[in-house]
Nanobody, 117 residues
Framework: QVQLVESGGGLVQAGGSLRLSCAASGRTFNIDTMGWFRQAPGKEREFVAAITWSTGRAHYADSVKGRFTISKDNAKNTLYLQMNSLKPEDTAIYYC??????????WGQGTQVTVSS
């Protein structure tokens, strides 16, 4: 079993920055990739960014490229999302996801990010 706990959300003005953290615990030995998704009220959950744990290779949604940076701390089993130049449309609950080989996904409970005009 893997447990994921997000933190770092909050209220920020447009143009501001936040850094989200996702701490993984439990049986994390076979996690292949981790990523961030977000879900705005009334919307489907959408992909934001992902990183391959072994290599650090990152992928981003077009909507956040150049503004968000995903990173990891291997020793701490922690995933980060640095969010800069935030826009009101970034407002959502942000969820951490871990893919455990061969094909099982774990989700955190989410952290709220609110960007005001």
């Amino acid at each position: 079993q893997v447990q994921l706990v997000e933190s770092g959300g909050g209220l920020v003005q447009a143009g501001g920055s936040l850094r989200l953290s996702c701490a993984a615990s439990g049986r994390t030995f076979n996690i292949d990739t981790m990523g961030w998704f977000r879900q705005a009220p009334g919307k489907e959950r959408e992909f934001v960014a992902a990183i391959t744990w072994s290599t650090g290779r990152a992928h981003y949604a077009d909507s956040v490229k150049g503004r968000f940076t995903i990173s990891k701390d291997n020793a701490k089993n922690t995933l980060y999302l640095q969010m800069n130049s935030l826009k009101p449309e970034d407002t959502a609950i942000y969820y951490c996801k871990a893919r455990q080989l061969p094909s099982y996904d774990y989700w955190g409970q989410g952290t709220q990010v609110t960007v005001s005009s």
